[in-house]
């Protein structure tokens, strides 16, 4: 088990349950679309941003897709990516629903992604069905989620029931037991429980490895410190150190 829900002893907690949306756009969010637009063709392309936050990927995709769809189960946050999708020459459509119930036809999109979603949905392996399903054949799903061996739990843990938000050192690397006491809320996946969500399912997998992070917040302050974690850490993305990365990329096509 990679995962835990909250309990009363570790009360519900909206931003560690769903996560926190992209909010300004950063280095980080760029060097992920570019790996996005490398492995799935976006130009003229029907696109659903699974989970969408307040639609950040959904705007940038619309440069060059035909149409982008955003969906995301908190209404609060559709509602405030309309308001900044207004303003916008051109924006996609966005919708409130769950991850595991895509309101969506069949074999209807030609990339889907899921950008750091599957660690907090109620059901894993029904939004990874759910993913396949509103695919055309030959269409993409490109899925970053949080990486089990990386040192550091993103998402916060609680502890005494109650939640501390921050980097959480080595979390990660406890047995499972004691683990999901201190990371109810989210999920984190080793490579071979990231596949296995998709045990079954009609696809053949295009590349999976790791990334490392934007290092966005340290760069504004230590731009120096910055480039050089950047260069040294993302050359290990080519060399066994990638295990180490900070999240998941998981790229897989419908057969």
Same mark, same amino acid.
């Given at each position: 088990?990679?995962?835990?829900?909250? *309990?009363?002893t570790?009360?519900?907690? #909206?931003?560690?349950?769903?996560g $926190?949306?992209?909010?300004?756009?950063?280095?980080?969010?760029? #060097?992920r679309?570019?790996?996005?637009?490398?492995w799935?063709?976006? /130009?003229?392309?029907v696109?659903?941003?699974?989970?969408?936050?307040?639609?950040?990927?959904?705007?940038?995709? &619309?440069?060059?897709?035909?149409?982008?769809?955003?969906?995301?189960?908190e209404?609060?946050r559709?509602? /405030?990516?309309? &308001?900044?999708?207004?303003?916008?020459?051109?924006?996609g459509?966005? @919708?409130?629903?769950?991850?595991?119930?895509?309101?969506?036809? +069949?074999? *209807?999109?030609?990339?889907?992604?899921?950008?750091?979603?599957?660690?907090?949905? &109620?059901?894993?392996?029904?939004?990874?069905?759910?993913?396949?399903?509103?695919?055309k054949?030959g269409?993409?799903?490109?899925?970053?989620?949080?990486?089990?061996?990386?040192?550091? /739990?993103?998402?916060?843990?609680?502890? #005494?029931?109650?939640? @501390?938000?921050?980097?959480?050192?080595?979390?990660?690397?406890?047995?499972?037991?004691?683990?999901?006491?201190?990371?109810? @809320?989210?999920?984190?996946? *080793?490579?071979?429980?990231l596949?296995?969500?998709?045990?079954?399912?009609?696809?053949?997998v $295009?590349?999976?490895?790791?990334?490392?992070?934007?290092? +966005?917040?340290?760069?504004?302050?230590?731009?120096?410190?910055?480039r050089?974690?950047? *260069?040294?850490t993302?050359?290990l993305?080519?060399?066994?150190?990638?295990?180490?990365?900070?999240? @998941?990329?998981?790229?897989? /096509?419908?057969?």
């Amino acid at each position: 088990m990679e995962h835990a829900t909250a *309990t009363a002893t570790a009360p519900y907690d #909206r931003a560690a349950d769903r996560g $926190v949306p992209s909010l300004v756009w950063r280095f980080g969010q760029d #060097r992920r679309l570019d790996m996005i637009r490398q492995w799935a063709g976006l /130009e003229g392309a029907v696109v659903l941003v699974d989970g969408c936050g307040i639609g950040a990927y959904v705007q940038k995709m &619309q440069a060059v897709a035909a149409q982008v769809i955003g969906l995301d189960i908190e209404w609060e946050r559709i509602h /405030e990516g309309v &308001q900044q999708a207004r303003q916008a020459p051109k924006h996609g459509l966005l @919708h409130v629903g769950a991850c595991e119930a895509l309101p969506y036809r +069949d074999r *209807t999109f030609d990339v889907v992604l899921s950008h750091e979603v599957l660690e907090h949905v &109620q059901d894993d392996r029904l939004a990874a069905a759910e993913m396949i399903r509103v695919l055309k054949p030959g269409g993409r799903a490109v899925i970053f989620a949080p990486n089990r061996l990386y040192p550091f /739990e993103t998402h916060g843990h609680y502890w #005494r029931g109650r939640y @501390h938000f921050g980097n959480t050192p080595l979390i990660n690397y406890l047995p499972d037991p004691l683990r999901n006491r201190l990371a109810p @809320h989210v999920r984190a996946y *080793t490579a071979t429980g990231l596949r296995r969500l998709f045990d079954g399912l009609p696809l053949r997998v $295009v590349t999976h490895g790791q990334v490392y992070p934007g290092y +966005d917040n340290l760069s504004a302050r230590r731009p120096r410190l910055g480039r050089v974690l950047r *260069t040294v850490t993302y050359a290990l993305e080519r060399s066994p150190l990638r295990y180490f990365g900070l999240s @998941h990329l998981l790229v897989i /096509e419908r057969c």
